[in-house]
């Protein structure tokens, strides 16, 4: 009988957690995401269509994470800011909104692998090429270093 009790209980718990869980995340439409989101979509993956996006609370922080037809990953944060854009497999970003101090110096010392991910932090942007190799800038686009 106490087994029983105690799986029925692990039972609901689990029920409760998921619950939970779920509700920390929202489908939404194009139309749903922050504006300047929808700006950065249409302005750089015009010709793609949205896949999935969901409004998702992270460490109590709501970001928008967006799948792109193409395959390309993107998440945005509350504002709708770019924080991190991720490309499938080996395929190259678009460089429009790469800052160009990081495309030059990736053209320059790195072709022809291009840039299939990138990462805004408070500090700095690190970028992963077409041939895996990891890469720090500061938010100038400084190069820093190769990150192993």
Excluded: C
Excluded at 4 to 21: A, E, H, K, M
Excluded at 76 to 99: M, S, T, Y
């Amino acid at each position: 009988m106490k087994s029983i009790y105690q799986t029925f209980i692990l039972s609901v718990l689990t029920l409760f957690i998921s619950t939970g869980l779920n509700a920390q995340k929202a489908s939404l439409d194009k139309q749903d995401l922050p504006k300047s989101a929808q700006s950065f979509l249409n302005k750089n993956f015009s010709n793609e269509r949205l896949v999935f996006a969901e409004r998702d609370y992270d460490d109590g922080k709501l970001d928008y994470e967006v799948k792109l037809s193409n395959g390309v990953k993107i998440e945005f944060d509350e504002k709708g800011n770019w924080k991190e854009v991720d490309a499938r497999d080996d395929q190259a970003l678009p460089e429009k909104f790469i800052p160009n101090n990081i495309v030059r110096h990736v053209k320059q010392n790195f072709a022809p692998h291009k840039i299939s991910k990138i990462e805004k932090s408070r500090t700095k942007y690190e970028v992963e090429l077409t041939n895996g190799l990891d890469l720090e800038f500061n938010l100038s686009g400084k190069f820093l270093r190769i990150d192993d």
